[in-house]
Nanobody, 128 residues
Framework: QVQLVESGRGLVQAGGSLRLYCAAS????????MGWFRQAPGKEREFVAA????????YYADSVKGRFTISRDNAKNTVYLQMNSLKPEDTAVYYC?????????????????????WGQGTQVTVSS
């Protein structure tokens, strides 16, 4: 049974930082590309960042480029999202997802359909 469990939720002031974690189990983690998505109240879920199975390729949404960093530790079956210079518009539920069938084009595009497994989400709130 595949499980993706996000943690690191919190309330932070604008300009602050937060680190999210996604622990994976029940799958060969090092074979999966991983992504972070988010969904703000009343909005559709959107792509945030993705990382290839080896960690060698990383992709970001324009809205977070230069502020967020995705990374992974295959020995710990964990993917991270370091979020700096947070803004109120970053407030959302953040989800991690795993894909064994993606391509570089799909990863870069943030196409949700290529991800097979999803976590339950973790809330991030940025106050102004």
């Amino acid at each position: 049974q595949v499980q993706l469990v996000e943690s690191g939720r919190g309330l932070v002031q604008a300009g602050g930082s937060l680190r999210l974690y996604c622990a994976a189990s029940g799958l060969t983690f090092s074979s999966y590309d991983m992504g972070w998505f988010r969904q703000a109240p009343g909005k559709e879920r959107e792509f945030v960042a993705a990382i290839s199975w080896s960690g060698g390729s990383k992709y970001y949404a324009d809205s977070v480029k230069g502020r967020f960093t995705i990374s992974r530790d295959n020995a710990k079956n964990t993917v991270y999202l370091q979020m700096n210079s947070l803004k109120p518009e970053d407030t959302a539920v953040y989800y991690c997802a795993a894909s064994s069938r993606s391509t570089r084009v799909l990863l870069r595009s943030g196409y949700e359909g290529s991800y097979e497994y999803w976590g339950q989400g973790t809330q991030v709130t940025v106050s102004s």
